[in-house]
């Protein structure tokens, strides 16, 4: 299964922008997708994830309380809202798909990845 993320461009901060990831194929093997982002020189860091019963949702402390993800089963996409963008929420965005939620904070773990969408947000 591939993943096709889609939604990034320019924001200014404090604005909002929401990305999709939408699959190839069906992505019910698996128990949870992931966003990460990607700044210039930095590792892959984890932003949030959801399970597909959407029970169960985690977010990275930097983004708490700003972004959303959520998903659609029918259409098996999965979403990031994010409001009150931040100039260091600058990045590529990723989505990823993983069975095991042990591994859900490391990124060598995951199944398989989008090819990411880049946000960049200015000040």
């Known amino acids: 299964v591939q993943l096709q993320a889609s939604g990034g461009g320019l924001a200014q901060a404090g604005g909002s922008l929401t990305l999709s990831c939408e699959p190839s194929g069906s992505l019910y093997m698996y128990s949870l997708m992931s966003w990460y982002r990607q700044a210039p020189d930095k590792g892959r860091e984890f932003v949030a994830a959801?399970?597909?019963?959407?029970?169960?949702?985690i977010y990275a402390d930097s983004v708490k309380g700003r972004f959303t993800i959520s998903g659609d089963n029918a259409k098996s996409t999965v979403y990031l809202q994010m409001n009150s963008l931040k100039p260091e929420d600058t990045a590529v965005y990723y989505c990823?798909?993983?069975?095991?939620?042990?591994?859900?904070?490391?990124?060598?773990?995951?199944?398989?990845w989008g090819q990411g969408t880049l946000v960049t947000v200015s000040s």
């Open positions: 990823g798909a993983l069975h095991r939620w042990r591994f859900v904070k490391f990124p060598s773990k995951y199944d398989t």
């Open positions: 959801t399970g597909w019963s959407a029970d169960t949702t």
